[in-house]
């Protein structure tokens, strides 16, 4: 007879009904919270039923209301948290720690945040090449290159304007800036760059008409002087002003060769002071040592006669 086929008896079925049970808790639970406390532990009165409850260990198969109760629950308590603090470092150790510890590069900016340092050149054209070289060849003939910026001037004004300036032997030339920026960019004159914006036409002449210039920029209002290369130096439009009002390099010649000529006349005169008055005391000193500089005039007349 298995033990899930075990029938009670009348009498212990009336036995187990009549004893009251009352719900103990287990001397380690008495105390704390009835919260999670199983109410199927249930201790009875008398020591007979608590026999037949010990007799019970399966369910009865024509009671299904009956089940095993188990005798003791096993409860667990808590362990208390750890208590145990971390020691400090010694300071040895976080010296060593901190010179030891990564450090971070900085973060780089994006890759589209700055226009990128190599570039793809492209292969220039023929025709920008030709430009280069005429390009060239100006800046080392021609001793006076000036910028000037087109307004908005008819095909009139420019002729006219071509006219005038061709009268004193001044030329216009026009180059694409593109092409002036990357000849300019590998050469001597770089800082004229930022010169080349807008619809730009170059005024070049082998020799210094920087007062011509002027005369002829002034007539044409839509003609703006931005700056000019005289003699290989870099002028603004003021300095270029400025330099129109010095004098002609024939003009200073001529006031250095009179400068020089009176301060060499001058020192002459100064070397050939000092040796013209010592003769004039020499003599006079003869003249007052000689045996006739003690007679009288009147003796000296006498003798003469």
């Not at 369910?59 to 362990?79: C, E, K, M, Y």
């Not at 492209?122 to 920008?128: A, N, Y």
């Not at 170059?202 to 011509?212: A, C, D, I, N, R």
Request: charged fraction near 20%; hydrophobic fraction near 40%; include cysteine.
């Amino acid at each position: 007879m298995s033990l899930r086929s075990i029938v009670l008896l009348p009498p212990l079925v009336a036995l187990l009904q009549n004893s009251r049970p009352v719900t103990l808790l287990p001397p380690a639970v008495k105390g704390s919270r009835q919260r999670g406390f199983n109410p199927n532990l249930l201790i009875c009165r008398n020591k007979t039923a608590l026999r037949m409850r010990l007799m019970l260990l399966a369910d009865v198969t024509t009671h299904s209301s009956l089940r095993w109760i188990p005798l003791a629950q096993s409860v667990r308590h808590g362990s208390k948290a750890v208590t145990r603090h971390r020691r400090p470092v010694h300071i040895l150790k976080q010296k060593l720690l901190a010179v030891t510890q990564y450090v971070p590069p900085p973060r780089a900016a994006p890759p589209d945040a700055y226009p990128r340092e190599s570039q793809a050149q492209q292969e220039e054209s023929p025709l920008t090449l030709i430009k280069k070289r005429q390009l060239e060849t100006l800046f080392e003939d021609c001793k006076m290159i000036a910028v000037v910026q087109n307004n908005n001037s008819s095909s009139e004004d420019m002729i006219m304007f071509k006219h005038r300036l061709h009268k004193h032997g001044i030329s216009v030339k026009f180059f694409p800036n593109q092409v002036v920026r990357s000849f300019l960019r590998g050469s001597a004159f770089s800082n004229m760059a930022p010169l080349f914006t807008g619809p730009t036409v170059l005024l070049v002449s082998p020799q210094l008409k920087v007062k011509e210039m002027l005369t002829s920029l002034r007539s044409s209002p839509q003609m703006t002087l931005l700056g000019a290369c005289i003699e290989k130096t870099l002028l603004s439009s003021q300095g270029v002003v400025g330099f129109s009002r010095l004098p002609s390099a024939a003009a200073v010649q001529g006031e250095l060769v009179g400068g020089l000529t009176a301060m060499t006349a001058r020192t002459a005169s100064m070397l050939q002071r000092h040796p013209a008055h010592l003769s004039a005391l020499l003599q006079q000193y003869v003249k007052q040592q000689s045996p006739e500089a003690g007679r009288d005039p009147a003796a000296r007349a006498e003798d003469a006669s």
